[in-house]
């Protein structure tokens, strides 16, 4: 059954992230980190491309880095992690809003 190992592997990562939250990490590096797990159950439950993806992206390996990273530079890690969360943020407002743009010309087409 597709996508049910890498439902699997994303609840076991969940660890990580627990123990990351246990060691302080603010809510920045741990929304980080869920979207680490969030892609890499995503993409990798597509077939083929999910196994292609999954070679690449090791979500662990980089939540791993990121607690690491949490432990021996906390301001940085913290700071780095604002600016990619705030960023991602920006950009999926963008998509939003181009998406609800391009609903709204193809309903004027269909209907205007």
Known sequence: ?????????????????????????????????????GIDMLVGAVPVLGDLFDFGWKSNTRNAWLLAGHIEQPRETKRASRTLVVAVLLLLTFVAAGISALVIVVLRRLFG
């Not at 890498?6 to 990580?16: E, K, P």
């Not at 920045?28 to 869920?34: C, D, F, P, Y």
């Open 1 to 37: 059954m597709p996508g049910v190992g890498d439902f699997l592997g994303g609840a076991a990562s969940i660890y990580i992230i627990l123990e990351a939250a246990r060691a302080g990490a603010p809510a920045s590096v741990l929304l980080r980190m869920a979207t680490n797990v």
